[in-house]
């Protein structure tokens, strides 16, 4: 069987559930916050307060204007969590058509409270909920983090399907030889050296791989932004991608 027919296939990595994971690390935060929900939700997605948490939904607001983002566009942000982004976005005055998605029912429940003029839902395919050709810009932070590299293909495949010609996609990710993310390989390694577990998976890709991604499926080249480039706007840490669906 060739590579591609291999990558096309949904292939879960072997004894880790993504849903499952993020449903208990979300779960184990709320029982730890119980005095304090919305820090609760800050810290399941990777925030340690509050402040962090507009903090990083502000920078992810700036990446986006960066690469276009304008009032009006139809804006898809998968991984969407509680709303970091989605948030973000609202704080920030911009108006669009906004739909999220994420695997955990708890995430999607606090993103509705908190802006509840924006569509989200509870997805768990490796696929974009949109109809084809109806998305202006698509982004994602941190979700291929977590996913095995079979589906982080099919999420960019279907991105390409969902985004209008000329439509843009946008997400971060970890490297391995990225010294920067190299110590978070590092510190799993340890963990597992010590007899533990790391509670959520950590998946590392090379540029080379999602270059090779995006000319297979039909986006033109990438644009990688280094995590400590702070030279378009802040930097991000995790490494940053976009590409565009060709059109007018």
Not at 27 to 47: P, Q
């Amino acid at each position: 069987m060739g590579i591609w027919r291999l990558l096309k296939r949904k292939v879960r990595q072997r004894g880790y559930d993504s849903t499952t994971a993020y449903t208990r690390y979300l779960n184990s935060r709320l029982k730890a916050r119980k005095g304090d929900r919305e820090l609760a939700f800050a810290e399941a997605i990777g925030a340690t307060s509050m402040e962090l948490f507009r903090e990083q939904g502000d920078g992810h607001f700036r990446v986006l204007k960066h690469h276009g983002l304008a009032d009006g566009m139809a804006v898809f942000d998968l991984g969407c969590g509680c709303g970091r982004t989605a948030q973000a976005l609202q704080r920030n005055g911009w108006s669009g058509t906004y739909t999220g998605t994420d695997v955990v029912d708890g995430l999607i429940g606090e993103l509705r409270e908190k802006c509840p003029t924006y569509e989200a839902y509870v997805h768990r395919q490796p696929t974009i909920r949109a109809a084809s050709g109806t998305i202006d810009m698509l982004y994602h932070w941190s979700v291929f983090t977590h996913l095995s590299v079979e589906e982080c293909f099919l999420y960019m495949e279907d991105s390409f399907r969902a985004l209008k010609p000329g439509g843009k996609l946008i997400f971060s990710f970890l490297e391995i030889n990225e010294p920067l993310h190299g110590v978070v390989f590092d510190n799993r390694v340890e963990t597992l050296r010590r007899g533990n577990q790391n509670p959520l998976l950590d998946t590392f890709l090379h540029r080379d791989w999602i270059t090779l991604w995006a000319k297979r499926i039909g986006f033109t080249s990438p644009r990688f932004t280094d995590g400590d480039d702070d030279t378009q706007h802040g930097a991000f840490w995790q490494t940053l991608v976009a590409m565009e669906k060709p059109g007018s």
